[in-house]
């Protein structure tokens, strides 16, 4: 399994809702509430093989309330 985070900017007044949404739908493993130009943080994994794009395209954009993505793919634990 392949980790990476997305930072995810909502509408005004919608935050709390996304991050109910998230959770709901059961993708991601963490969600977590930020301050300054993003509204959360959630991580994510995939199968290896597994496309990030498709996958934050098809499961968390249909998500209402979403204004904005910024996807950070993950390499190498430390």
Do not use: W
């Not at 900017?9 to 930020?34: N, P, R």
């Amino acid at each position: 399994m392949k980790p990476f985070f997305v930072l995810v900017k909502c509408q005004l007044g919608k935050s709390y809702q996304v991050a109910a949404a998230i959770a709901d739908a059961e993708i991601a493993s963490e969600v977590y509430s930020t301050a300054g130009d993003y509204d959360l943080l959630a991580k994510f994994y995939v199968e290896d093989d597994a496309d990030i794009g498709h996958f934050v395209n098809e499961k968390l954009h249909v998500i209402p309330g979403i204004a904005d993505t910024r996807t950070i793919p993950t390499f190498k634990a430390f």
